[in-house]
């Protein structure tokens, strides 16, 4: 079962389930997720898509093998305009899929976020930091939902023996991301297909690292799959500046857009690094897309949306 299986991540991990043999059943209540995005494995004879909020009780018949928790908003423009709700499915979403999980003897995967470390003191960020957040701030509802559950997960494993998994998920981009997703890669690729100025807050010199959709999916798979209980970063450690982002960008579509300031939202990270040390001892895992080659299959993802076309968008 993937729960938020319709959404952009969530879909790419349904793809790669169905390719590895697996049945999956995926839930989503559509608040983020599309059903375009799984329009591909319609009438697939091992694939179900239902449609439920996850905090409500979930009831599946016959056996389950895996829980894969991918429900919750997860772009600062969601999770912003629909804070109680992000609030609710990090805590009773994840207290529902871990039940069904005790209940089914399944194995457990959280799909956590780099955002548990807040505008991080320690740089790469590490799974031992316990992170600088402010829990009453704008980003709260996603950076204290995400810690709870975790800690809720970790409960679980510790109380009842549940086998479970934390992937702390860092800024990953690729196909199927929404148009007006809010995050940086969508926004900045919409922005330079228009002819539009490129957003850029602050003075730039924030950085991200930017990992491929595929390569995530495919350290989440392993993770899930292997005997570690504690958390794993998962994301790619190459880190750029905001500015030399944007560039990159304008370089890649042949943009005439300019770069534009403004203001640094609240509690925005000034930094965001994985150290992956952990995923490459444990999981045998490290990213394979580079920057160019990702980012132009996002480009062709997006420039077909922009003209109107409908592609299935793999990784």
Request: hydrophobic residues 35%; contains cysteine; proline residues 7%.
């Amino acid at each position: 079962m993937v729960t938020g299986g319709a959404g952009f991540l969530g879909s790419h991990l349904v793809d790669l389930l169905l390719e590895k043999g697996h049945r999956v059943v995926a839930i989503d209540n559509l608040v983020t997720g599309g059903v375009e995005n799984l329009a591909h494995q319609a009438g697939h004879p091992r694939f179900l898509l239902i449609q439920q909020d996850v905090t409500n009780f979930i009831f599946l018949d016959g056996p389950i093998d895996y829980v894969w928790h991918f429900a919750s908003p997860a772009s600062p423009v969601d999770y912003l305009e629909l804070p109680i709700q992000t609030l609710k499915v990090g805590s009773l979403g994840t207290h529902k899929a871990l039940g069904l999980a005790k209940h089914k003897r399944a194995r457990f995967l959280l799909a956590s976020t780099s955002e548990v470390y807040g505008d991080p003191l320690v740089h790469p960020q590490p799974e031992e930091y316990w992170g600088n957040v402010n829990p009453v701030g704008p980003r709260g509802c996603y950076d204290e939902a995400k810690r709870f559950a975790e800690a809720l997960a970790m409960a679980y494993h510790r109380e009842h023996g549940l086998e479970t998994r934390i992937v702390r998920i860092f800024n990953t981009y690729g196909p199927r991301m929404r148009l007006n997703d809010g995050r940086v890669v969508p926004t900045f690729l919409s922005q330079a297909l228009h002819g539009k100025p490129l957003t850029v807050y602050g003075d730039g010199t924030q950085t991200r690292s930017f990992c491929y959709c595929a390569d995530l999916i495919d350290g989440i798979y392993r993770l899930m799959m292997s005997s570690v209980s504690d958390p794993v970063n998962i994301g790619n450690p190459t880190e750029m500046t905001m500015l030399e982002f944007a560039r990159a960008i304008i370089q890649l579509t042949g943009s005439k857009s300019k770069v534009t300031f403004r203001p640094l939202p609240q509690d925005d990270p000034k930094q965001r690094r994985p150290d992956i040390t952990r995923a490459r001892r444990l999981l045998k895992w490290e990213p394979k897309v580079g920057l160019d080659e990702g980012l132009k299959r996002t480009v062709e993802f997006f420039s077909d949306r922009i003209l109107g076309r409908r592609p299935a968008g793999k990784c």
